[in-house]
Antibody
Framework: EVQLLESGGGLVQPGGSLRLSCAASGFSFSSYAMSWVRQAPGKGLEWVSA?????????YYADSVKGRFTISRDNSKDTLYLQMNSLSAEDTAVYYC?????????????WGQGTLVTVSS | QSVLTQAPSASGTPGQRVTISCSGSSSNIGNNYVYWYQHFPGTAPKLLTYRNDQRPSGVPDRFSGSKSGTSASLAISGLRSEDEADYYC???????????FGGGTRLTVL
């Protein structure tokens, strides 16, 4: 059974940092491109970032997070990460990790249940 | 404002057929596959259609996707109360080098 389990969410002050993790199981994580998608309260889904699989370390970012967020992966631990810096209230959202298959342009076929990030003083 | 345009709401009565539209441009819908997701807030989104008009196993054939030029649609026939949810189109955008979602359409079953 495929599982994606996000962790690391919580309350952080504006300007602060947080690192999200997504532990994967039930599929060949190292060969899978992965993404982070978020949903702010009362808003729609927004793609945040993606990273290639199959030893392709290419990374992609939405303009809204470019320069502040960094996506990475540790294939030895089957874990995806999202380092979030310079956080603002606009980053408050539920963050989902999702699998994209062989390529980052592949559709989101696996999803986690999400972790809530709240940016507030 | 989303790169992909969806009406914020749609409604229908049980048994009816409703269509949700998604409008984009040549850099996204015009040149790539469209995907549709059903989402109940707080849960993982569910893939309804992929590669414009394909349906994953387990998705009822009441759900069908289509694409023409720079627009796409999701049709739901035989509307049921459990179809009341948010629906999103998603496409890779070549100009942005990233994924774009429509703003979402909240479907209400009257």
């Amino acid at each position: 059974e495929v599982q994606l389990l996000e962790s690391g969410g919580g309350l952080v002050q504006p300007g602060g940092s947080l690192r999200l993790s997504c532990a994967a199981s039930g599929f060949s994580f190292s060969s899978y491109a992965m993404s982070w998608v978020r949903q702010a309260p009362g808003k729609g889904l927004e793609w945040v970032s993606a990273i290639g699989g199959h030893d392709d370390g290419s990374t992609y970012y939405a303009d809204s997070v470019k320069g502040r967020f960094t996506i990475s992966r540790d294939n030895s631990k089957d874990t995806l990460y999202l380092q979030m810096n310079s956080l603002s209230a606009e980053d408050t959202a539920v963050y989902y990790c999702a699998g994209n298959g062989d390529f980052v342009q592949g559709y989101f076929d696996y999803w986690g249940q999400g972790t809530l990030v709240t940016v507030s003083s | 404002q989303s790169v992909l345009t969806q009406a914020p709401s749609a409604s229908g009565t049980p048994g009816q057929r409703v269509t949700i539209s998604c409008s984009g441009s040549s850099s996204n819908i015009g040149n790539n596959y469209v995907y549709w997701y059903q989402h109940f807030p707080g849960t993982a989104p569910k893939l309804l259609t992929y590669r414009n008009d394909q349906r994953p196993s387990g998705v009822p054939d009441r759900f069908s996707g289509s694409k023409s030029g720079t627009s796409a649609s999701l049709a739901i026939s035989g509307l049921r109360s459990e179809d009341e949810a948010d629906y999103y189109c998603a496409v890779w955008d070549d100009s942005l080098s990233g994924w774009v979602f429509g703003g979402g359409t909240r479907l209400t079953v009257l």
